[in-house]
T-cell receptor, first 112, second 112 residues
């Protein structure tokens, strides 16, 4: 395990469908973040975990978004009833507390 | 609120000149300030970071300065090279070092 991995790298889905993304963090990292990035913008905070506990979910995030991190290892991000506005790059990052956050390659979601 | 403002949004400098990017943050309790570089189609990668107990940090051609009183920090790149062309993001921790919030990014172009 040499870095953060995300799966899939690309996802095209029809509006109204559900999608799920997976993130495998660096194994010893106890903190895991999900961000959303659109073209020309900085990563927008979605949610983060410390071990298996979800500590915060962005107020900008609708109830269609949910994330889990069972057993404090990998994490999944699910988007229900996708909308065209959900099209973006979804980035996962992991870190030790108050240390460098390493990013995965991201999952590019396109909602058609 | 939890906010990181970054300026300028775009910056163009001649090769060999210096580039400076500035960020301000809203939470006086923020204590970790990383800078990331993102090349086109790639993940953000850490280039330098600074903690609140230090006023300046340097790594070869890159330096970061922190002014806690004014709540701003800056990235300085000297002797710029074409490979420095990328988008740069600053970030700061909020809620007692719990989460990392990013600025909107600066697109730096180095002209040969």
């Amino acid at each position: 395990d040499t870095g953060v991995s995300q799966d899939p790298r690309h996802k095209i889905t029809k509006r109204g469908q559900n999608v799920t993304f997976r993130c495998d963090p660096i194994s010893e990292h106890n903190r895991l973040y999900w961000y959303r990035q659109t073209l020309g913008q900085g990563p927008e905070f979605l949610t983060y975990f410390q071990n298996e506990a979800q500590l915060e979910k962005s107020r900008l995030l609708s109830d269609r978004f949910s994330a889990e991190r069972p057993k404090g290892s990998f994490s999944t991000l699910e988007i229900q009833r996708t909308e065209q506005g959900d099209s973006a790059m979804y980035l996962c990052a992991s870190s030790l507390v108050l240390d460098e956050a390493f990013f995965g390659q991201g999952t590019r979601l396109t909602v058609v | 609120g939890e906010n990181v403002e970054q300026h300028p949004s775009t910056l163009s400098v001649q090769e060999g000149d210096s580039a400076v990017i500035k960020c301000t943050y809203s939470d006086s309790a923020s204590n970790y300030f990383p800078w990331y570089k993102q090349e086109l189609g790639k993940r953000p990668q850490l280039i330098i970071d600074i903690r609140s107990n230090v006023g300046e940090k340097k790594d070869q051609r890159i330096a970061v300065t922190l002014n806690k009183t004014a709540k701003h920090f800056s990235l300085h790149i000297t002797e710029t090279q074409p490979e420095d062309s990328a988008v740069y993001f600053c970030a700061a921790t909020f809620q007692g070092a719990q989460k990392l919030v990013f600025g909107q990014g600066t697109r730096l172009t180095i002209n040969p």
